[in-house]
């Protein structure tokens, strides 16, 4: 039997054209795709159906109220415990403090037990409802980054309906 | 004199670098795509906060209610097209609807979610309000959530990074 003499096999030319095509169109649908989305995050809200929560919390719900201005919707004071903030950046940053101090150490228990009522005027911007949240909710450990949670508990009170009529 | 005669030459150019970066490119965009947030609406503007942090375990089922206004290029409300009422809408399939007339969609929607065999009280309702949407009509749509039957709710904003 005559056995051929293996040679070197002949080098393959790989034709690169087609997959660059493919590679380029995929570049350009993912450029034109793209859309640059800032991060979200949200606030958990204790809402649930029914009425006043039977026994949910022995404590008292802390009340904050936040009046509007009627013409421009921006907040026009921030009430705690009836007790006037004020309506800057400042009241929700004296809020923020006021809440550590009645939390004490987080996670000591005690905000897990604490409960806050939001009772804001119809009007009022929903950036202010978030602010008086996020006040109340903890604060930002410069140092980690992490949060630190004051209260997980927040409801609003019946929403004031124009013309005084609250809402059930 | 003697010509020496031309040897062709043609040179091969080398794609590797190329193919290379072009790699890294999709690899980088692929990564970068967001095609998570397929709900959210434009047209809602965010309030920003430092607290906005996304929840650590991805919710199994959520409902999110987009509430806003139609605003033109330079961020001023402007009123709808046909009926020119001004807002605020809740952009829900397609649609934009009046606050109050949202009820029956979400009425709608629970049903569906039964159907499924899914609870609307296991569901959390994420509402992603514009940040001048009057507080109100927020707890509005909260409480014709818990009227189909919702009972968690969270509240969306833009976090803000310092």
């Known amino acids: 039997m005559k056995i051929r003499a293996r040679g070197t096999p002949a080098k393959i030319d790989t034709q690169m054209t087609p997959m660059i095509d493919v590679v380029f169109q995929l570049l350009i ?140 | 004199m003697r010509i020496k005669k031309a040897a062709s030459n043609i040179s091969e150019i080398d794609l590797t670098p190329l193919i290379d970066i072009v790699f890294q490119l999709i690899a980088f965009f692929m990564l970068i795509s967001n095609f998570e947030q397929t709900q959210a609406d434009e047209r809602v503007k965010l309030a920003r906060d430092p607290l906005a942090q996304p929840p650590k375990v991805a919710r199994e089922n959520d409902l999110v209610i987009n509430a806003g206004y139609f605003r033109d290029d330079a961020g001023n409300i402007i009123p709808e097209k046909v009926t020119q009422e001004k807002g605020p809408f809740v952009f829900f399939l397609g649609e934009a609807v009046l606050v109050p007339q949202f009820a029956r969609h979400l009425a709608t929607e629970a049903k569906l979610q039964r159907d499924e065999g899914i609870e609307p009280a296991d569901i959390t309702v994420v509402i992603r309000a514009d940040k001048e949407v009057p507080t109100g009509l927020v707890q509005e749509l909260i409480k014709q959530s818990q009227e189909a039957g919702y009972a968690k709710f969270a509240l969306s904003a833009t976090q803000q990074i310092e």
Request: aromatic fraction near 6%; proline fraction near 7%; charge should be negative.
């Open chain 1, 29 to 168: 649908f993912f450029m034109l795709t793209l859309k640059i989305v800032e991060p979200e995050g949200d606030f958990n809200i204790n809402m649930p159906i029914g009425k006043p929560q039977e026994a949910a919390s022995t404590l008292p719900p802390i009340k904050i109220r936040l009046l509007a201005d009627k013409s421009t919707g921006r907040l026009s004071q921030l009430l705690f415990d009836n007790r006037q903030l004020g309506n800057d950046d400042r009241a929700f940053n004296v809020l923020n403090r006021e809440m550590q101090l009645m939390v004490g150490t987080p996670g000591s228990g005690v905000a897990d037990e604490l409960e806050v009522e939001i009772d804001a005027d119809y009007d009022l911007h929903h950036e202010f409802l978030i602010k008086a949240v996020s006040a109340v909710t903890g604060e930002l450990n410069p140092v980690t980054k992490q949060v630190v949670r004051f209260v997980e508990k927040i409801k609003f009170a019946p929403p004031r309906r124009p013309g005084g009529v609250e809402g059930t």
